[in-house]
């Protein structure tokens, strides 16, 4: 159980910003890639304040999760990127394309001798609400557990942090593991 939950985590953390170090800021989806090359990305930055989100999974009956993030400028980067949380060394670089209203993205990580694939799109604006929906392949799949899970994220942005939260504070509610 504790795999679904990391990799549930991991997911969220990874691909709600999904991005290495940005060397410029944008707070708008990348343009369409020209037919002559590829295009420069910068991901968009999600508004400073209290954001909601909720995320579903195939990974279990009825496992879902809901949570709460607190983002300011201090933390924002760490929050939503590869060099904050997201990837680890044994992930490859993340590869983007524009799609219809936002990003899609693609990685690998190879945990052990598992390989976790991911793909997905991100689209919203990032200043009152985004969704992610990512599909994710292991080979081999952990015991009990679907070869590939399907995930999505929704958030929304709330308003202001409130008076004492902590930027960068999270708080996560997982539910559904045993029900069946």
Known sequence: MRWIA??????????????????????VAPPAAPASGPSIFSRPHPKPGLWRTSVTTNAGPGVSMTGELCLDASNEEAAFSSNGRGLSKDCDPIRYQ??????????????????????????????SSYSVD???R????????PAQM?????AKWEGPCPPGRKPGQVS?????????
């Open 134 to 136: 990512l599909t994710t």
């Open 6 to 27: 990391v990799s549930c985590l991991a997911s969220a953390a990874l691909l709600s910003g999904c991005a290495k170090h940005d060397a410029a800021r944008s707070d």
């Open 150 to 154: 399907n995930t999505a994220i929704r």
């Open 172 to 180: 996560m509610k997982i539910s559904g593991f045993g029900a069946g």
């Open 138 to 145: 292991m080979e081999p799949a952990p015991p009990g557990l």
């Open 98 to 127: 524009a799609a219809e209203g936002g990003f899609g993205f693609s990685t690998v990580c190879h945990i052990g001798r598992r390989t976790v694939t991911t793909n997905g799109t991100a689209t919203g604006d990032f200043k």
